[in-house]
């Protein structure tokens, strides 16, 4: 499980909790301007914004789960499992294959809005990267500065849907996730709103944060969908960076999954392996891990990014202790 939000300060700023019960050898990825993407069925693009995420990088192909573009376009993978229906190349299609997509966006496009127009003649197809790694089912958060949007192919087609809350998680498919919002309209931050139980009854607010009473808390893509919208929707902070993205990791923060809430099986838990952050305006990528919560980043623009290989910084994972004597 997953999820992904957006949050708007004087910058804006995008990003994700990976939630899985294992890992593979992620990075921190950039790509520079002249790193030619050769996509499987559509034409190679050689020159693009530079790009900067969390990548699993296999034969110097960077397999994002979540980047930003220099133009400050962000998109991030989650999964999407049983409603997912990647398909067969299909005839006046860009048949563009689910690990592709990231690339083939945050290479052509500078906006949401440009996204949108893109992905009106994508077809997601099914085709896997290599033997070792078959196709997994996913959906997708894609955000500028302004708009949100996610997008979902099933059976019935891609979806592309407008994201007025701004985070997305995973199952069920996003419209029945907006559905399922208006459960929990009459939640408010107010502490003691007059009582509406019935008439003749006041019952009195015994504590803060009555207003949030019956806010789902379990870890069910479902409720964290609840959970980190009222969050995100509701966050407030200075628009300093430091105040930006401390409040960025604290509405992911709602919805972590620590060890041993999640069972799969026999000693295995799915637990949230990274929360990630980008400045979509400055092209910095933060990052937490489970055992690091101190935050680390790489800037994309420490780099040289007119050159045409992927840079990989490995992640911190270990606890960053300031000991104070
Ligand atoms: C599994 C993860 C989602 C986390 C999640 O939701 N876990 C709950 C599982 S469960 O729902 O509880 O069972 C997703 C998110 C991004 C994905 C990678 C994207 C690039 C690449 C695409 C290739 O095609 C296949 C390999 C590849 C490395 C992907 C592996 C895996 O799919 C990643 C890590």
């Known amino acids: 499980m997953c999820t992904a939000a957006t949050y708007n300060t004087r910058c804006h700023y995008f990003g994700r909790n990976l939630d899985l019960e294992y890992s593979y050898h992620e990075q921190v990825a950039v790509t520079p301007r002249n790193y030619p993407f050769q996509f499987r069925n559509v034409k190679s693009v050689m020159k693009h914004p530079a790009i900067i995420g969390m990548a699993f990088v296999v034969d110097g192909f960077p397999l994002y789960y979540d980047a930003m573009n220099e133009k ?37 496009c500078s906006t949401t809005e ?125 628009d300093s960076e430091s105040a930006s993205i401390s409040q960025f990791f604290h509405i992911l923060g709602s919805v972590e999954q620590q060890r041993g809430l999640c069972k799969l099986g026999e000693d295995k838990y799915e637990i949230t392996i990274y929360s990630s952050c980008c400045n979509l305006d400055l092209g910095i990528y933060y990052y937490t891990t489970y055992e690091n919560s101190q935050i680390s980043a790489v800037d994309m623009h420490h780099e040289n990014l007119d050159g045409d290989t992927v840079v990989t910084y490995d992640l911190i994972k270990g606890q960053q202790v300031h000991y104070q004597n």
Request: net charge negative; aromatic share 8%.
């Open 114 to 238: 440009e996204a949108k127009v893109l992905l009106s003649h994508v077809n997601i197809t099914n085709e896997p990267f290599s033997d070792k790694l078959p196709t997994n089912p996913l959906h997708w958060m894609v955000a500028d500065g302004k708009d949100v949007i996610v997008v979902e192919q099933t059976a019935s087609g891609l979806h592309v849907y407008d994201d007025p809350v701004g985070v997305m998680t995973n199952n069920p498919t996003f419209d029945m996730q907006m559905n399922r919002l208006a459960d929990y309209r009459n939640l408010s931050v107010e502490s003691a709103l007059p009582c509406a139980f019935a008439k003749g009854l006041d019952l009195h607010p015994y504590s803060r944060g009555m207003g949030g009473m019956g806010l789902p808390g379990d870890l069910s893509s479902a409720s964290r969908f609840v959970k980190v919208a009222f969050t995100r929707m509701n966050s407030l902070s200075d």
């Open 72 to 108: 400050g376009l962000g998109m991030a993978g989650l999964n999407f499992p049983d409603n997912c229906d990647f398909k067969d190349p299909q005839e006046g299609k860009d048949n563009i294959a689910s690990f592709e997509l990231i690339p083939y966006v945050l290479s052509l």
